[in-house]
């Protein structure tokens, strides 16, 4: 760890620090890149293919895009995802994806080192952030294209490496590997703390300068630990300026709140049925698998078992039909193992049985409890009541975000205070065009915490981040 890294992770009081980044997932990488002194301007003579931003572009040349007024460049853009400066910054650096092109970038990046704003990264993983904790074989939802953070394209990179997509995607060891190398190919590792775990965020009052004058701003004072090789803990505080909330959605299981949800065989990651198979606990021959919801976590699950003929009963709440489950939302063309799961589920119901030897879908039905003797109690759409016997239980319905480290644990942050926090329903309330909270200053969201759930639109929060504290540094005028 660098003495700077040292100075400031000490207890020892220090200038606070610009900027804190919790989170080293896609979203805490790429904002490390822009505060880094990355900067991305227009290609001279490049012509984007979107009539009105071409325009818009051509008013500022030689101007940085953080430089640049992002809601008046974003206006009139249009696409997958509901924040404006995501698109923006998408159709940046991927002109003509949706309509199926592969036009280069129209962003070339300057390394401008005077821009930089010393920050830091905390991170539980290595850099990659969940992308670590996903079996590695696992085939990426979005296209491998869509994966790459600025200015190293994931093709290019695995090209190198001697590895291929598969149907456009990449696995998820690819991916959590290309994140890692992407912090080194680009020198940012000086400025990641891996093994850290944020226990506090407070804040407080604008302090006082040595000159007497007060600085802009709270300070916000940063505590936890970290994690060391012997798997001891050691404490850690700094203050920052500013602190961007970059951790994800993963942290926290969505339940079931049912009786026996706390017994020994009941698992919430698709790695407990990994180590069951490892063990025998769980093969062809024992009693089935449990696996509850109807999202693309509980159809890995699915794949997964059937992969090594494990018997699988797959249980959800809606019906197979429903507009809303995201298989009907899927290009078959892209996205084949997971429309046979759908398939499985609308042909194989205990109603109907058919030729899927093995698997058994139980739609509609409703987990009413978990006995010790490993019996599983549903009720069915017609209110009456099934029992199966289960070796194994896999409840993969959702996570929430941990943010029990922020006062309130981040409540008083969601668009509607008076209700969970939810990445898809009630995600913290952020300016659209900076990403800072619109309930406390200096502090900022990005990624699944304000709904911006895929990686190739994460980038534009670490955009709006990056460009909101270029102003404050005052390195440009407002």
Known sequence: MSNWRKDHLGTSSSE????VIIGNGPSGICLSYLLSGYTPYVKPDVVHPHPLLQRKLTEAPGVSILDQDLDYLSEGLEGRCQSPVALLFDALLRPDTDFGGNMESVLTWKHQKERAIPHMVLGRNLPGGAWHSIEGSMVTLSQGQWMGLPDLQVKEWMCRRRRGLRNSRATAGDIAHYYRDYVTKKGLGHNFVSGAVVTAVEWGT????????????????????????????????????NVVLATGTSDSPARLGIPGEALPFVHYELSALEAATRAGTVSPASEPVLIVGAGLSAADAVLYARHYNI??????????????????????????EYHKVHQM????????????????????????????????????PEGLQKVFGVALVLVLIGSHPDLSFLPGAGANLAMDPDQPLSAKRNPIDVDPFTYQ????????????LVGDNFVRFVQGGALAVASSLLRKEARQPP
Do not use: W
């Not at 606070?16 to 900027?19: A, E, F, T």
């Not at 093995?358 to 490993?374: A, M, N, T, V, W």
């Open 345 to 380: 589920m609308r042909e194989q119901s205990i109603l109907s049985p058919s030729p899927y030897e093995g698997y058994c879908s139980l739609p509609e039905h409703q987990l009413l409890l978990l006995k010790e003797d490993r019996q599983a109690v549903f009720q069915d």
């Open 311 to 336: 018997p699988v009963i797959h249980a959800f709440r809606r019906p197979v039909h429903d507009p809303g489950l995201v298989f009907n939302q899927l290009p078959k063309m892209l996205y084949p």
């Open 206 to 241: 604008p302090a006082s300068s040595g000159s007497g004058a007060q600085d802009p701003g709270p300070l916000f004072q940063v505590s936890g630990f970290l994690t060391t090789e012997d798997q001891s803990r050691q404490p850690f505080s700094l203050c920052a300026r």
């Open 16 to 19: 606070p620090l610009p900027v």
């Open 437 to 448: 909270s619109t309930h406390q200053e200096g502090l900022y969201a990005v990624g699944p």
